[in-house]
């Protein structure tokens, strides 16, 4: 491991040590367990917790930790260590979703939080022993290549259409495949992307392209009629 991996594990090893003094469960979770488990070092580490934003705020400022209260709506403080910043958030279960934003109720549960995440390989937890909890078949899927969506691939889409162009980047940067049933799926959920932001869609667009495997994603754009509309200064 780099020296920042190094740092910022051991951090977040801090931070989860103190939450469990408290006694609130929390664990690592999403692509900071995935990209370990890939031998890759995380561009960042999340921590998912029972607690309540205004719980752990409690009890990391009691424990001289700086944090601040990023996204209290949601369930997400930050936690500051120099030059490291480490989220974390309350475990969430979906309410209502619009394609875009979800309206979120606080659970004590790891496996529902885990069921609103877009990809098995995005839907894993470890907690300090280095345990993975693995509710959806994820490690499987990261030994097999495969990018597959939690649950039902339809309703994860409608609840956030930017997943279709995470897809694609996924793809773009582990070379993963996934099923060619999915591409009729996407065809009819492709207008949903008008819902989301530029900036977003962009900011997707700018991490395929630099990925190491742009090709096949590229090609699966213009597959399913999206490479036009978006990348407009590629031909076919």
Same mark, same amino acid.
């Given at each position: 491991m780099s020296k920042k991996e190094t740092e910022d594990l051991k951090i977040s090893h801090i931070i989860l040590e103190i939450l469990e003094k408290y006694k609130y469960e929390a664990?690592?979770?999403?692509?900071?367990?995935?990209? !370990?488990?890939?031998?890759?070092?995380?561009?960042?580490?999340?921590?998912? &917790? @029972?607690?309540?934003p205004e719980e752990v705020? /409690?009890?990391?400022?009691?424990? *001289?930790?700086? /944090?601040?209260? &990023?996204?209290?709506?949601? *369930?997400?403080?930050?936690?500051?260590?120099?030059?490291? +910043?480490?989220?974390? @958030? @309350?475990?969430?279960?979906?309410?209502?979703?619009?394609?875009?934003?979800?309206?979120?109720?606080? +659970?004590? +549960?790891?496996?529902?939080?885990?069921?609103? !995440?877009?990809?098995?390989?995005?839907?894993?937890?470890?907690?300090? +022993?280095?345990?993975?909890?693995?509710?959806?078949?994820?490690?499987?899927?990261?030994?097999?290549k495969k990018l597959i969506f939690v649950g039902?691939?339809?309703?994860?889409?409608?609840?956030?259409?930017l997943r279709i162009l995470r897809l694609f980047r996924f793809q773009a940067r582990f070379g993963f495949e996934f099923d060619e049933a999915l591409f009729d799926i996407l065809k009819r959920n492709m207008l949903g992307l008008d819902k989301i932001s530029q900036e977003r869609i962009t900011g997707e667009l700018k991490e395929l392209l630099k990925a190491p495997y742009p090709f096949e994603a590229i090609k699966g754009l213009f597959e399913t009629g999206l490479g036009g509309k978006l990348l407009p200064f590629i031909t076919e």
């Open positions: 664990r690592l979770v999403g692509g900071c367990v995935r990209d !370990r488990l890939l031998d890759f070092e995380p561009k960042d580490y999340d921590i998912a &917790t @029972t607690a309540l705020m /409690v009890a990391l400022t009691e424990d *001289g930790v700086k /944090v601040i209260p &990023t996204g209290l709506d949601h *369930g997400t403080v930050t936690a500051v260590f120099d030059d490291t +910043s480490i989220e974390i @958030t @309350t475990l969430r279960e979906d309410v209502a979703t619009d394609g875009r934003r979800a309206v979120v109720n606080f +659970s004590k +549960s790891f496996e529902v939080d885990a069921a609103r !995440r877009d990809f098995t390989i995005n839907a894993m937890s470890e907690d300090l +022993s280095g345990r993975v909890y693995d509710y959806f078949d994820g490690k499987n899927h990261l030994k097999k039902n691939p339809e309703l994860r889409i409608q609840e956030d259409y």
